[in-house]
């Protein structure tokens, strides 16, 4: 079942603005990633936070997460046409063994 | 290169032909898993290895099965294959399992059962 939620489904933003994702789930976790997709192809993973952390950065991404809400968002910053993609977290959830489990993901469409 | 390879990009076939998807990876990692994208409900885990000759199913491994003969490779076979299995497929592996680290995933293989 899925465990992580994104939201919003679809986002269309202008190049340079920023756009904001969250994911929510259900039960305590481990460790939360994100990752992206571009269009009919392979997931690349973008950054991993363990739940002892509240947040992290890599480039113009900043991840956070709020245990006590079950709940991360991703911020993409200065966003650019490249950018557009689906986004999707994926959760290590503490009773579910080895496996991620990923929401249905956040569409973004950045227009030039 | 980092990387895992899944072939064939694209595959059509007809109801109960049998059917392999190779999957291989470069990195010595011990966990491999496949996945399931279908629209509205995200990626699913079909089956997963902790390493050689260890197996083990996902949330939806009805209608495939897995070896894990060597470390670098993780086939995914439909005996039977039926139209609800059109979808499309991606290999991911992993140096630790669950979340623990960052996965790799291979390009995805679109197939259709007609």
């Known amino acids: 079942s899925q465990q992580g939620e994104e939201d919003p489904q679809a986002l269309s933003i202008q190049e340079g603005e920023n756009a904001t994702m969250n994911c929510s789930y259900k039960t305590s976790i481990n460790n939360l990633q994100w990752y992206r997709q571009n269009s009919g192809r392979g997931l690349v993973h973008l950054i991993l936070i363990r739940s002892n952390e509240r947040e992290k950065h890599s480039g113009r991404l900043r991840v956070t997460l709020d245990t006590s809400k079950k709940s991360s968002s991703l911020l993409i910053t200065a966003s650019r046409a490249a950018d557009t993609a689906s986004y999707f977290c994926?959760?290590?959830?503490?009773?579910?063994?080895?496996?991620?489990?990923f929401g249905g993901g956040t569409r973004v469409l950045v227009k030039p | 290169e980092a990387q895992v390879t899944q072939n064939p990009r694209y595959l059509i076939t007809v109801t109960g032909k049998k059917l392999t998807v190779t999957c291989s990876q470069n990195m010595n990692h011990e966990y491999m898993s496949w996945y399931r994208q279908d629209p509205g409900l995200g990626l699913r885990q079909i089956y997963y290895s902790m390493n050689v000759e260890v197996t083990d199913k996902g949330d939806v491994p009805e209608g495939y099965k897995v070896s894990r003969k060597e470390k670098r490779n993780f086939p995914l076979i439909l005996e039977s294959p039926s139209p609800n299995q059109t979808s499309l497929y991606f290999c991911?592996?992993?140096?630790?399992?669950?979340?623990?680290?960052?996965?790799?995933f291979g390009q995805g293989t679109r197939l259709t059962v007609v």
């Open positions: 991911a592996s992993s140096a630790s399992p669950g979340g623990r680290t960052e996965a790799f």
């Open positions: 994926a959760t290590d959830h503490q009773a579910a063994g080895n496996k991620l489990t």
